[in-house]
């Protein structure tokens, strides 16, 4: 019964001193934190709804209030989260980071990049891969089922306060069957077979390097060696590659040509991939039926671009990672690899400079 009661007294003491204690703690930890830069917190920066993801780890500085005063500012971050390729980093936001060590980019393309010039300043580079394929195999399927389908202009129709009849004209092209060439197998394009798999349809694609025996027969999926080859016997072909200097207007006059006139070209990539001048021009002449667009370049187009006034044009306005679930992945990753850069440790999906 005394143990009892000197233990009971010891837990009232603890009870006393744990405000004191929490304080301290807290205080501690967050002096721990490490700093890092992002561009805002809004529609053109990250979204509120995963904030909280990043300020569990750092604390965050947006740009605006950064440059108020980056003679104090600039020595404590020691990571850039960049999003929607902002912040830049140019050598003169780079200049005033002495203590950066790592840019955490949201999304997988990185041509916004100079990764040998950052890792020549000792900072290392890392993407987000992997968490954003579904959502983009998703998006690239929804482009080529409501361009085939005529979707857009079926909800107009129905909506118009015009509207008395439905039109029996409004027809749309078979998927199921049909041929698909995805350009660029990696893990978006592989995806996307995976989809396609589901509409019975013949599966080609081109790629760098061929994928294995094992992968190709899982989705049914066959192999050109020359993207001519792709091109020519698509009824729909989906470009899934990275932005370098070899992809660069990848789809242009010449390969547009080689397309069949009941073909469709959807686009999830890059905006600069495709030549877009070749395309409207293309679209115009009814050399391919149409496009559905996830990128332009720029972003968005100017108003009086004429691929916004083709009918046969479907565009979004590059929302391909855009879910809840999604969005909140690619910022774990994002954090996971600037908590990591900031320790000295193996980044979970750094960029090496090729």
């Not at 850039?80 to 949201?106: D, F, I, T, Y």
């Not at 070209?265 to 039926?289: C, E, F, P, Y």
């Not at 996830?294 to 004429?306: A, C, G, I, K, S």
Request: hydrophobic share 45%; proline share 6%.
């Amino acid at each position: 019964m005394q143990e009892l009661r000197v233990s009971m007294q010891l837990q009232f003491k603890l009870v006393d001193l744990l405000p004191l204690l929490d304080r301290s703690d807290l205080q501690v930890m967050a002096e721990a934190k490490p700093w890092g830069l992002i561009s805002e917190v809004g529609d053109e920066g990250f979204q509120e709804s995963v904030i909280d993801i990043i300020e569990k780890h750092f604390h965050i500085i947006c740009l605006k209030e950064f440059f108020k005063n980056p003679m104090l500012h600039g020595p404590k971050i020691q990571a850039l989260l960049m999003w929607n390729c902002s912040p830049a980093a140019e050598p003169s936001l780079l200049s005033c980071l002495p203590s950066l060590k790592v840019v955490a980019n949201g999304g997988v393309g990185i041509d916004h990049l100079d990764v040998p010039y950052l890792n020549s300043l000792g900072v290392k580079v890392a993407n987000t891969p992997g968490v954003v394929s579904d959502a983009t195999a998703d998006m690239a399927m929804a482009l080529l089922l409501a361009s085939a389908r005529m979707v857009v202009e079926g909800h107009l129709i129905s909506v118009d306060p015009k509207t008395t009849h439905v039109p029996q004209s409004l027809l749309g092209v078979e998927v199921t069957g049909s041929t698909l060439g995805i350009i660029g197998m990696g893990n978006i394009g592989y995806k996307v077979a995976q989809r396609s798999k589901g509409f019975d349809m013949r599966i080609l694609y081109h790629n760098r390097n061929r994928r294995s025996v094992e992968d190709e027969q899982a989705v049914g999926a066959s192999y050109c060696e020359k993207l001519d080859d792709l091109l020519k016997e698509s009824d729909f072909v989906v470009v899934v590659v990275n932005l370098t200097p070899d992809t660069t207007g990848l789809i242009s006059h010449r390969e547009l040509s080689l397309m069949k006139p009941t073909a469709t070209l959807v686009n999830v990539s890059r905006g600069l991939v495709v030549d877009q001048d070749a395309l409207a021009k293309a679209l115009k002449s009814g050399t391919i039926r149409a496009a559905a667009l996830d990128v332009t370049h720029p972003e968005p187009l100017p108003r009086d671009h004429p691929l916004l006034s083709l009918p046969n044009v479907l565009i979004t306005p590059h929302i391909g990672t855009n879910t809840n679930a999604t969005i909140r992945k690619m910022v774990q990753l994002m954090v996971d690899n600037a908590l990591a850069g900031v320790k000295g440790l193996p980044l979970p999906s750094e960029v090496k400079p090729k």
